[in-house]
């Protein structure tokens, strides 16, 4: 779906300034960014519940909330609605 595909292309380009390091410290339980411990601070959004034109407006609005990720799921009732096709 082409819409689907924008909006996946939006979110790599809103997110894609990001050239730092990001690790994982097993020992201590924490994610690393750029050296300093990390807290992931996520939101939903359903993409298919809001007009593509409204998709790059509610990505500034979450990064305006203070969050740094963005959880999102398929509903494949929406892209399947029927078996196979």
């Known amino acids: 779906m082409l819409s689907f595909t924008k909006f996946l292309a939006l979110l790599a380009c809103f997110y894609s300034t990001y050239a730092g390091t ?9 994610f ?8 992931f601070i996520s939101g939903s959004i359903h993409y298919f519940r809001i007009h593509p034109d409204h998709w790059d407006d509610r990505l500034k609005r979450v990064r305006a909330l203070g969050l740094n990720a963005v959880e999102t799921y398929v509903p494949w009732n929406f892209h399947e609605p029927m078996p196979g096709r």
Do not use: A
């Not at 990001?22 to 924490?30: G, L, S």
């Not at 690393?32 to 807290?39: L, Q, S, V």
């Open 32 to 39: 690393i960014k750029d050296g300093k411990p990390f807290r």
């Open 22 to 30: 990001f690790t994982i410290d097993y020992t201590k339980h924490q």
